[in-house]
């Protein structure tokens, strides 16, 4: 498959990202404190990546204002606080809204590679 969609750090270098230096500059933002990233797309999709360091929500939209979709963790229990965004807001999430970081790592990474959910990916739909 032919990717020619590129993504850029919403409020970083105007550099496009690849898959191969996503999770860098991910690893690099969270350890900086910067725990919400943002990425856009040159086709107008965006991607959310929020964590309180041992979980994420990872959403991809298909443009602005889209309620979008996001990933899930079926069999999660209990709730997990943390997730400081960007507008200095703290959020709370059910675990089974949101992935262990790991998990999102790999999401994350081949969204920007192929643009779309690897196939063995939970999420759910929110339009």
């Known amino acids: 498959m032919l ?37 856009i797309s040159s086709s107008g999709r965006s991607l959310a990546f929020a964590t309180n360091t041992e979980r994420a929500m990872v959403m991809l939209l298909e443009e602005e204002g889209d309620p979008g979709e ?4 079926p069999g999660a229990e209990a709730s997990s606080d943390g ?11 059910p675990n089974r809204e949101t992935v262990p ?11 920007v590679g192929t643009g779309s959910w690897p196939a063995d ?3 759910g739909v929110d339009r």
């Not at 990717?3 to 496009?16: A, G, H, L, Q």
């Not at 900086?32 to 990233?37: A, F, N």
């Not at 970081?101 to 969204?111: D, K, M, N, S, W």
């Open 3 to 39: 990717v020619t969609e590129s993504w850029v750090i919403n409020d970083d270098s105007p550099v496009p990202v690849s898959s191969e230096v996503v999770l860098e500059a991910l690893r690099s933002r969270i350890d900086s404190g910067q725990l919400e990233t943002w990425l």
């Open 83 to 93: 997730f400081v965004l960007s507008n200095g807001q703290h959020d709370e999430y």
């Open 70 to 73: 996001h990933a899930v963790d």
């Open 121 to 123: 990916a939970c999420w």
């Open 101 to 111: 970081i790991g998990e999102a790592f790999r999401l994350v990474e081949h969204i």
